[in-house]
DNA sequence: TTAAATAAATTGGTTAACCAGATTGGTTTT
DNA sequence: AAAACCAATCTGGTTAACCAATTTATTTAA
C-alpha cells in the first residue's frame, strides 16, 4: 500500500522532471509556434525515460494546451509564445500538492456561488435531489454514523442545480482532496454533524424558496466553522 | 485533422458508455464499498472495448475518489455508499462539453477572488511579473497585433499572486477553453483592446497599493463587456 | 480431517512490437 | 530546370505479449 503511493509520488517527480527538459529544449532550440517537438521515441532516449512516461508528460502539457499531437506526423508547440509558454508551464509544474487551506478557500468560494445559482435555476426535479441528499444525511448523523459522504452528496447536488457545468466539474474535482483530509483530521464530531443538519436544512429551504441571497447566506453561515477550523491550522 | 476530432469524441463516447456500464455493473451485482470489480480483461470481454478503454475509464473513475486499483489484486468499489457513487457518476457523465457562459460565469468568479487575493498576498516579486505581463500585453495591442495569449498571462499572474494554488489550477484548466472560444468567435476587436490596456494598468496599480476592494471592482470592471458579450449569445 | 505447503491461475502494470498514415529525399519524367 | 512520382523512413497511436505480485486451487503431510 505505502509502496504503492511511493511509486505515484515518483511517477509525478518524473514526470515533472520530463515536462520541465521539454521547457527547456523549447527555450534551448528556440521553438517557436508551430515548431516540431523531437519524436516521442527521441525524447525517451534523450531523457532516458520508457515513452509511456514521454507520451504522459506531452498529454499533461497538451490538456493546458501547450502542446498539440498530430497522429503520423509529431508533437507541435502551440501558438503560445516563448514567455507564456514558459509561465505557464512554470505554474504547471508548482501545481500539486494543493494545500488544504487552498482547498477550502476554492471550495467556499465555488459553493457560496452555487447556492446563489441553485436558487435562481433549480428546477423541481434539482430540489427533489437536494431534499432526498438531505434526508439521507439526516438519517445517517441521526444514527451517529459518520455522513461525510452525504454531506458531499447533498453539496454537489447543489452544484447540479446550479446549472454551471464548469462548477460542478471543479466541485467533483476538489471533492477527493476534501473527503481526504476531512477523515484524516477528523475534522466533524458527531455534535458538528447535528449542527450540520440545521444548517443544510436552511440552505436547502432558501433554494427552495429561489432567494438567492438567503441561500448565500446560510451557506455562509454553514461554511462559518470550517473556515475558521482551516484558518487556524498551521500555515 | 477533422478526423481525428471525430475520433477523439468517439473516444469520449465510448467511454461514456463504458462508465455507464461500470455503474450499472455495481447497481445490478450489488456492489458494496470494498468489494471487488471484475477484472479488466473479463470487462474488455464483457463490454467488447480494449482493455486500454477500460483502464482510462477506470482511471478516470479513479481521478474522482469512485474506485481504487490495487496492483496484482484487482479494483475496488471505494468506500462511499451506492446513494453516492450513483450520484457522483451520474455528475460524471453528464460533465464535458462546457458551454462557454459556464467557462465565463467560472472565469469571472474565479478572478474576481484572485485579484482581491493577489491584493492582500502579492509579494514585490509577483507584483514584478503582473507589471511585466502588463507591458507585454499593451506592447502588442499597441503594434495592433493579436494579443490573447499576453492577456491571458496578465490573468494568470495574478491568479499566481493569490497564493492559492487550486484556483491556479482552475485557472490553468479553463484557460484552453477561453482561448479556443475567443479566437473562435473574435470576440476581441482593436477597440476592445485598447480599452483593455486602461483597465488592466487600473487592475494592475489596485494590487500594487494592496487594496483588495478596489482590485475586486476593477477587475469587475474590466469584465463588465466580456459578461454583457457572454450573455448575449444565444443560449 | 485439517492444516500447511506448493503449484497454478489471475491480477493490474509495463514494455516492446506493430499499424496506418504522413513526411521526406531521391529519382524520373516532362 | 522543374515538377511529379515513388519508395523508404519516421510519426503518434494501438495492440498484444510479458512481468511481478497476489490470490486461489491442489496436493501433501500430520
New binding site residues.
Partial sequence: MKLEIL?KNE?REIQKKIISQIRDLINYKNLEPGDK??????LSEKFEV???NI?EA?QKLEFYGLLQ???????FVANIGVIAMNGMIEDILRLEDPEFKSLVETRILLELKTARLAALRRTDDDLKLIKEALDAYAHKVIKGEDAVQEDLLFHLAIAKASGNSTMNTFMLIITPGIITNFEKYHVCDSNQAFLGIQEHTDIYEAIKIQDPKLAKEKMKAHFKMLYQYCYSQKE
Avoid at 69 to 75: A, H, L, N, Y
Fill in positions: 511509486t511517477n517537438l523531437p519524436s516521442e521515441r527521441t520508457s515513452r509511456g507520451r506531452i499531437s498530430i497522429p503520423q506526423s509529431g508533437t
